[in-house]
């Protein structure tokens, strides 16, 4: 039991010992220089005050115990010396740490610390750690930026998925995400001709669009025509300007410039390029990898966007032929898309809007009646009035000519109109029963353009009407059938059916 508490009282001995020591590693620069100082100064003076006055007393001679005396005066006046420069240095040591935790948890790196001493390395330490916290303050603006970059370039992203020319969008979304990484004035995306010797821009970003829009060159002419020609980047500097190629070749004088091909399976498609560096005298290696890596993307984009294309385009010329084999089963309705095309292409006109959207309207018109195809033809032909569970199915013909041009995923307006020309202002139409500004402006065109047509040409179970006649017919549905400002604008445009007959030939 006595060995026991014996060894048990030896542990705690060492326990708090090693306490000790761990609380003086712990504790502040103040303390540990206190301890040193003690260790260092203080233990020693004692020892010697203690042999001048017992032991050396009696084998030395008083003048060389006065001078022993001045000795430890003068080592006392060292060792409080020293002791006061150890805490100054601990003073601004402490001052520092405090300062840096100050301005570590406030997060203001713009602030900066100061020395407190005028010794070389505490003037070091502190220039080091406002080089540290400044390098730091710039990094994290950069990472903000980059931030705010992906955000803008998530939402443009969003946009462009729901757009209905993605391939356009997505384009210039790369275009301008380059511009901005690479920190370039401008952009641009040039494509070869499908067959020829010259390269056109597609799409531009940036300062000098409008000229850079207009850039057309020869395979092999400059530097962009020397990428296409040789499918190798090119990168081009104020401090290694390449003299083979004019500096002014893409409409205005460049500093810098870097472009790279597009490749796809061994076909040079065109090219991507930024110009002028903002900040340094030209792109580096690091800016052509990942240049090269969004054009590889960009290529496989453009392919892939050239395939649906020419895919759509066979697909349109098909149901085009379809519409006209619907066309071509009555003689009364021969020329009636053509007809109702060209009326709807003159009001849109007369309607300010865009060439694409003209033309987009103008082949809905002519697609409008494509679902008839599905209908009996003892419905379709039908020489006398509908009865009502034959209208029921002629009605059919609207939904099943959308589900027709449904694979064509860049046609949505057009899909609408074929699908929507039968609504009535009112809203007592079909398919969809809409009301107003609910049906698109484009089927409200068809609607009129249709309606017009058909009154005034021959049917089996009338004669055509007059212009004067269908006008004042269409007038007085103007708000139950019609939309009243489609139906002013179109009599404003139409003035007679020789007139119209003329203008759709």
Known sequence: MVNFILDRRKDLMGEIKWAKIQSIEKS????????????????????????????????????????????????ICASLTGYWLNRR???????????????????????????????????????????????????????????????????????????????????????????????AESGLLMLQEEEGSQVKTKLACGLHREALLGLVIKKGEGALGWVVAKGKTLTVTSSAPDFRFDPAEIGAPYRSLMAVPLRYQGRILGLIGVINKKHRHGFGKDDELLLENVADQVAVAVENSRLNASAEKTYFETISALAIAVEAKDAYTRGHLKRVSDYVERLAREMGFDPKVIQMMKDGAFLHDLGKIAIPDSILLKPGKLTPEEMEIMKDHTVIGENIIAPLSSFKELRVMVRHHQEWFNGTGYPDHLKGDAISISARILAVADVYDALTTDRPYRKALSHETAAKMMQDEAGTHFDPKVVDLFFKVIHSVGEARRFAA
Request: no cysteine.
């Open 28 to 75: 502040g620069v103040h303390r540990k220089m206190g301890i040193a100082f003690l260790m260092m100064s203080l233990v020693p003076i004692m020892v010697m005050l203690y042999l001048v006055q017992y032991p050396l007393q009696e084998m030395l001679t008083p003048s060389w115990i006065s001078y022993i005396h001045w000795l430890i005066f003068l080592m």
């Open 89 to 183: 240095i601990a003073s601004a040591v402490s001052s520092m740490a405090k300062d840096a935790k100050e301005i570590v948890q406030g997060g203001d790196l713009r602030r900066t610390l100061t020395a407190r001493d005028e010794a070389q390395e505490i003037g070091e330490l502190v220039r080091a750690f406002n080089r540290i916290t400044k390098d730091l303050e710039h990094k994290i603006t950069a990472l903000e930026q980059s931030k705010r970059l992906i955000q803008d370039l998530f939402q443009k992203v969003g946009t462009a998925i729901t757009s209905a020319e993605k391939i356009d969008n997505l384009l210039t979304l790369a275009i301008e995400a380059m511009v901005n990484a690479l920190e």
